[in-house]
């Protein structure tokens, strides 16, 4: 069965640094790529990242420079390293996995992980 | 970059269709034929109802279609079902700068 499971999630101060993970069943993350979509409360979807199976990355301007997304081939796991958390980053983050030949299509989703930055 | 323009609600009585709107630039929706529709009910994960404009991936239901038209990209829903209340969002490509979302549309099964 096809499962993504992300984790990692909790209550971090402003400034602080937070690592996300997105467990992998059912397929392997080296050969697919992989996004993550944050949901802020009450408001709509933002796309944050994606991974290529090929190892490089794209980021939203809003997370570029902050947040690193990489995978262990081994885990068979994604993570999102956030750092210089703000609480404009509090939201759900969602994994996904995205069609290779389609850069907006994801068709895996997990159930999310809430991320709030509050002092 | 700005989000795509959706409304943010429509409604529909059963067995009524309903067509939800995304509009965007000749940069994103207009500019190529990667728009996908996500459904997402309260406390859950977004499904995939629609991608590359008009296609329907497996187990989603043949009322669920999607169009475009310039810069407009629309989902419309036949046959409208209790079940289909939900918020709909739309998203598109840029190319080197990723994936933009719609602002999200609520439906309301009357």
């Known amino acids: 069965e096809v499962q993504l499971v992300e984790s990692g999630g909790g209550l971090v101060q402003p400034g602080g640094s937070l690592r996300l993970s997105c467990a992998v069943s059912g397929f392997t993350v080296s050969s697919n790529y992989m996004s993550w979509v944050r949901q802020a409360p009450g408001k709509g979807l933002e796309w944050v990242s994606v991974?290529?199976?090929?190892?490089?990355?794209l980021y939203a301007d809003s997370v570029k420079g902050r947040f690193t997304f990489s995978r262990d081939n081994s885990k068979n796991t994604v993570s999102l390293q956030m750092s210089s958390l703000g609480t404009e980053d509090t939201a759900v983050y969602y994994c996904a996995r995205r069609y290779a030949n389609s850069p907006v299509t994801m068709d895996v989703w997990g159930k999310g992980t809430a991320v709030t930055v509050s002092p | 970059q700005s989000a795509l323009t959706q409304p943010a609600s429509v409604s529909g009585s059963p067995g009524q269709s309903i067509t939800i709107s995304c509009t965007g630039t000749?940069?994103?929706?207009?500019?190529?034929?990667?728009v996908s529709w996500y459904q997402q009910h309260p406390g859950k994960a977004p499904k995939l109802m629609i991608y590359?404009?008009?296609n329907r991936p497996s187990g989603v239901s043949n009322r669920f279609s999607g169009s475009k038209s310039g810069n407009t990209a629309s989902l419309t829903i036949s046959g409208l079902q209790a079940e289909d209340e939900a918020d709909y969002y739309c998203n598109s490509y840029i190319t080197n700068r990723g994936v933009i979302f719609g602002g999200g549309t609520k439906l309301t099964v009357l």
């Open positions: 000749s940069s994103d929706v207009g500019g190529s034929n990667y």
């Open positions: 991974l290529y199976s090929g190892g490089g990355t």
């Open positions: 590359d404009v008009s």
